[in-house]
């Protein structure tokens, strides 16, 4: 009897382990799709490339990544702009996605000095 009580702690002793590292690998991988593919700048489609230059066009871009959101992709691109690194993320039909912050500040500003 006590071999069976004691084989049943072991078992499960062992497999919660397990099992907390295999849940904390579905965790990885889901943060590693949310951050998405590293990609050269070469090879981003020629609308974020087109897009990007028509919004910065003094701005040094530095990086590119590719992320699945749901059935779309997108493009976030890490660039300078005054010495400052940013982000941004474009639609693939070179249309930026602005998100409450700096983006969305800069293109009020500038829709308030016309």
Same mark, same amino acid.
């Given at each position: 009897?006590?071999?069976?009580?004691?084989?049943?702690?072991?078992?499960?002793?062992?497999?919660?382990?397990?099992?907390?590292?295999?849940?904390?690998?579905?965790?990885?991988?889901?943060?590693?799709?949310?951050?998405?593919?590293?990609?050269?700048?070469?090879?981003?489609?020629? =609308?974020?490339?087109?897009?990007?230059?028509?919004?910065?066009?003094?701005?040094?871009?530095?990086? =590119?990544?590719?992320?699945?959101?749901?059935?779309?992709?997108?493009?976030?691109?890490?660039?300078?702009?005054?010495?400052?690194?940013?982000?941004?993320?474009?639609?693939?039909?070179?249309?930026?996605?602005?998100?409450?912050?700096?983006?969305?500040?800069?293109?009020?500003?500038?829709?308030?000095?016309?």
């Amino acid at each position: 009897m006590r071999s069976i009580i004691t084989a049943i702690l072991l078992t499960a002793a062992l497999g919660t382990p397990l099992a907390w590292a295999e849940e904390a690998g579905k965790d990885d991988a889901a943060k590693s799709a949310a951050k998405g593919e590293s990609i050269g700048i070469e090879q981003l489609p020629k =609308a974020v490339t087109v897009g990007f230059s028509q919004d910065h066009r003094l701005d040094e871009l530095k990086s =590119a990544r590719k992320v699945a959101h749901g059935d779309k992709t997108l493009y976030r691109l890490s660039y300078v702009e005054d010495g400052k690194k940013h982000q941004i993320t474009y639609s693939e039909d070179g249309k930026p996605l602005r998100k409450p912050g700096k983006e969305a500040d800069k293109a009020d500003k500038a829709g308030e000095a016309k």
